[in-house]
C-alpha cells in the first residue's frame, strides 16, 4: 500500500525540526516519482544519485520506455528534481544508451540537450568501469564494460569536498620520483602547446591525490533480487564528495534500496520513491535490520534513541 501523501509532507516538517538536532530521517515511498516528487519541499536536497530504468529495459518491473519516449517521459521528473534541489546541490544520473538495429541510441544525448534547455548545468560526466562486466559476443561490437555517471547542477557553485575522496598515490611514484631530471624540478609546458604544464617534483611526499573521472568497481551488489541494482560503492563516492554529514539524499527510482542504506551508514538522511511494491517492502526490511524504526507520526523511519 502506498505512504498517503501526508507522510512526505510530515517528512519535511520533521527534516526542519531535526535540522539543529542532527538527527536523521528516512523516508521509503511507494508511488510515481512525477506524481510524489510534487510533495518535496522546494531546495530541501543536497544531493540526487539514481539509475532510472533505461530505455526498454526491466520491462517486466517498470514497464519498459521507449527510446523515442525516453525524453518526454523523463523531463517532468528532471523538472522536479530541479525544484527540490538546493542551489548547491547535485544531480548524478546513471544511465547508458542501448544498442538499437545495430546502432547506438541517441536518447540519452537527447536528454542531456533538454535538460541543459531545462537550465540544467552539465558539470561532469563520470564514467563507471565496470571490472567484471557480463561476458558475451555480438557480430559488429565488444561488450560493454561502462555506463554513463552524468552530474548536473543548478549552479556552478556547489558544494563538493574533494578531499572526502583521495586514493593512495600508487606505486609508480616509488620510481618515478626516486630519480628527478632538472626539467622534473620546473613547470614544464606540454610539448603540444596546449599550454598544459607539470611540475612532477610537486608529488613529492605525496600519499594521496585527487581521483580521476573514472570509477573502477565491480557491478556486484548486495540484493541479488533486484532487476538492476548498483554496488555501493556508487553511492557512496558521490555521497561523501557532494555531501555532508546530516545532509539529505534523494533517489527518484530507489529499487532494493542501495542509496538509502549507504546514506544511513555515512549519517545522512534520505529520501527514497519506487513505483514497485516489493522493491519497497524489501528496502523497509533492509532499514529495520539494520535497527531503524518507522516512526507514523512523521511518516519515516529513524534511528532508535536511548
Partial sequence: MAYPIKSINAYNRAIMLDN??????????????????????????????????????????????????????????????????????????????????????????????????????????????????????????????????????????????????????GDWAKTRLSNLSDTDRIRDNAKNNSGFGKNVSNWIGREMVYPTNVLTLATECYNKNHSAAFPQDIPEWFIKLFTKEHDTILDPFLGSGTTMLVAEKLNRSCIGIDIVPEYVEMTKERLSDIGLIYNEEEGCYEPVIY
Fill in 20 to 169: 539543529e538536532r542532527k538527527k536523521n530521517k528516512y523516508a521509503v515511498l511507494l508511488g510515481d516519482s512525477k506524481s510524489i516528487l510534487q510533495n518535496i519541499s522546494s531546495d530541501s536536497v543536497d544531493l540526487v544519485i539514481t539509475s532510472p530504468p533505461y530505455s526498454d529495459q526491466r520491462k517486466q518491473t517498470y514497464g519498459g520506455i521507449k527510446a523515442e519516449e525516453y525524453v518526454d517521459w523523463f523531463m517532468p521528473i528532471a523538472s522536479e528534481l530541479q525544484r527540490v534541489l538546493k542551489p548547491t546541490g547535485t544531480f548524478i544520473l546513471n544511465i547508458k544508451e542501448k544498442v538499437i538495429n545495430g546502432e547506438r541510441s541517441t536518447y540519452v544525448i537527447e536528454l542531456i540537450l533538454e535538460m541543459r534547455k531545462q537550465g540544467w548545468l552539465w558539470t561532469e560526466e563520470f564514467i563507471w568501469n565496470k571490472k567484471n562486466c557480463y561476458p558475451g559476443k555480438w557480430p559488429n561490437r565488444f561488450r560493454d564494460s561502462w555506463e554513463r555517471l552524468l552530474q548536473f547542477n543548478k549552479s556552478r557553485h556547489f558544494y563538493m569536498d574533494q578531499d572526502a575522496v583521495k586514493v593512495p598515490i
